[in-house]
C-alpha cells in the first residue's frame, strides 16, 4: 500500500541554522510534491509545490529537492528563527488524481 | 481577501447527536474537500466535491456521516448519529482545480462525549 514517512516526528534546532526534513515515500509514482505549514489550531499552509521533473524548487529562506529515484523530498529552511516553529507536512499527488495524500508531518522547534 | 470559513470552530456534544460542520470554500474554486485530522492517523480524505458534485467518497467512514453541496459557497458535513470515535479536528480546504495546492479552513474541533 502506499505509505508516506516524515522522519521525524520532531525537530530541535538553534536559531540560524538550517532545518533540514524529509520525507519519503513507498508503492507511489507522484506527480507533485507539496509542503505545508501547520500552526496549532490553525489548518495547514500552502508552501511549495514541486513537479515530478524538477529537481530543486526554492522560495525566499526555503528549499525543497525530490529525487524520484530515491522516493525522497528534503525541505530545508535557511536561518532558520523561531517564527518558523511549526509543524510541516509533505503531500503527494499522482497525475491528473484529485487526492493528496500527507504524511503525518514533523514538528520543527527552533530555539532561541 | 477571505479565506475558507469553517464554523462552528468548536463543538461539543453528547453520543447520539446529530452533528453538522459547515464550510464556506474561496470563491471561484471549484473542488472542495472534507479532511479528519487525529493524532493515530494524520490528515485522511473524507470527501472530493468538483463543481458542487460528489466525486469520490470513498474515505467517508461509515453511512453515520454525509457531506452535501448545495451551491458553490457552502457545504455540509454531517454525522448522525455521532460516536466518540468521531473526536477529532475535521478541515474544509478548497482549490482552483483538482491537483493544484488546497487552501484550507482552519477547522472544527469535535469532542464527541
Known amino acids: 500500500s502506499q505509505k508516506i514517512e516524515q522522519n521525524s516526528e520532531a525537530l530541535n534546532i538553534q536559531e540560524g541554522k538550517t532545518a533540514t526534513l524529509t520525507c519519503n515515500y513507498t508503492?507511489?509514482?507522484?506527480?507533485?510534491l507539496q509542503w505545508y505549514r501547520q500552526d496549532p489550531g490553525r489548518g495547514p499552509v500552502f508552501l511549495l509545490l514541486?513537479?515530478?521533473?524538477?529537481k530543486e524548487k526554492r522560495k525566499e529562506r526555503l528549499k525543497v529537492t525530490f529525487d524520484t529515484t530515491l522516493k525522497q523530498s528534503l525541505f530545508h529552511i535557511t536561518a532558520s528563527q523561531p517564527a518558523d516553529s511549526a509543524t510541516y507536512l509533505c503531500?503527494?499527488?499522482?497525475?491528473?488524481?484529485?487526492?493528496?495524500?500527507f504524511g503525518k508531518g514533523t514538528k520543527l522547534s527552533v530555539i532561541p | 481577501d477571505a479565506g475558507v470559513i469553517q464554523s462552528p470552530r468548536h463543538e461539543v456534544t453528547e453520543m447520539g447527536q446529530e452533528v453538522t460542520l459547515r464550510c464556506k470554500p474561496i470563491?471561484?474554486?471549484?473542488?472542495l474537500f472534507w479532511y479528519r485530522q487525529t493524532m493515530m492517523r494524520g490528515l485522511e480524505l473524507l470527501i472530493y466535491?468538483?463543481?458542487?458534485?460528489?466525486?469520490?467518497d470513498s474515505g467517508m467512514p461509515e453511512d453515520r456521516f454525509s457531506a452535501k453541496m448545495p451551491n458553490a459557497s457552502f457545504s455540509t458535513l454531517k454525522i448522525q448519529p455521532s460516536e466518540p470515535r468521531d473526536s477529532a479536528v475535521y478541515f474544509c480546504?478548497?482549490?482552483?482545480?483538482?491537483?493544484?495546492?488546497?487552501?484550507f479552513g482552519d477547522g472544527t474541533r469535535l469532542s464527541i462525549l
Open positions: 508503492n507511489y509514482s507522484p506527480a507533485y
Open positions: 470563491s471561484g474554486h471549484n473542488s
Open positions: 503531500a503527494l499527488t499522482g497525475a491528473g488524481s484529485y487526492q493528496l495524500t
Open positions: 514541486i513537479r515530478e521533473n524538477e
Open positions: 466535491f468538483n463543481n458542487n458534485v460528489p466525486i469520490d
Open positions: 480546504a478548497s482549490g482552483d482545480s483538482s491537483n493544484q495546492p488546497q487552501h
